[in-house]
């Protein structure tokens, strides 16, 4: 089965814009995770935000969960263009240990 | 901070040769994983290890995968007989329990 999915695949904006990438899951979970992937390069844990919570910030991110509807929205405030990468969500399922990594969404954010 | 390192950072091999990809994940944690990117695609788990034992592996993770932690501090997955098609970067992470996970740098496996 496919778990976390985002949309947009990929986003395109000015420096100092916001950006929201959705992403969606299909099983339960105990935790959602986003991941930072610069070109070619190793992944980095942004946030983590628990089954039991609804929003969750970290600088200028900003995430939400909705379990009822099984998508989770990773904000981020005021881009710069060391913004630009790709992010992941990943989920950890409630049964089992492992995370399972969406397609991701490229961000570009122009200067 | 502590990291997960892997070497090497890029592998080249011919097809059919073996490959050892190896990490160094984080000393105290308690869950280890071997992660995989084909260019350009998302990042697929292959294989979970905890206690010393596989706790849980995909379809990806076939008779040619092979993951082992020797020494208590290293953790390395190993193709037997590489194809073309297991040209990846591969990613190793470590976690101290339902955490976030600790991700290297990765390899970059090519196969010729």
């Known amino acids: 089965s496919q778990q976390g999915e985002e949309d947009p695949q990929a986003l395109s904006i000015q420096e100092g814009e916001n950006a929201t990438m959705n992403c969606s899951y299909k099983t339960s979970i105990n935790n959602l995770q986003w991941y930072r992937q610069n070109s070619g390069r190793g992944l980095v844990h942004l946030i983590l935000?628990?089954?039991?919570?609804r929003e969750k910030h970290s600088g200028r991110l900003r995430v939400t969960l909705d379990t009822s509807k099984k998508s989770s929205s990773l904000l981020i405030t005021a881009s710069r263009a060391a913004d630009t990468a790709s992010y992941f969500c990943a989920s950890d399922m409630e049964y089992g240990n492992k995370l399972v990594f969406g397609a991701g969404t490229i961000l570009r954010v122009k200067s | 901070e502590p990291e997960v390192t892997q070497t090497p950072s890029h592998q080249v091999t011919q097809m059919g040769q073996e490959v050892i990809l190896r990490c160094v994940p984080i000393?105290?944690?308690?869950?280890f994983y071997w992660y995989r990117q084909i260019l350009g695609q998302k990042v697929e788990f292959l294989v979970s290890?905890?206690?010393?034992?596989?706790?849980?592996k995909s379809e990806i993770f076939d008779d040619q995968f092979s993951v082992e932690r020797p020494d208590g501090s290293n953790f390395t997955l190993k193709i037997r007989s590489t194809k073309l098609e297991d040209s990846a970067m591969y990613f190793c992470?470590?976690?101290?329990?339902?955490?976030?996970?600790?991700f290297g740098n990765g390899t970059r496996l090519t196969v010729t």
């Open positions: 935000i628990r089954s039991n919570e």
């Open positions: 290890f905890y206690n010393n034992e596989i706790s849980e």
């Open positions: 992470a470590s976690r101290p329990k339902r955490d976030r996970g600790c």
């Open positions: 000393s105290n944690h308690l869950y």
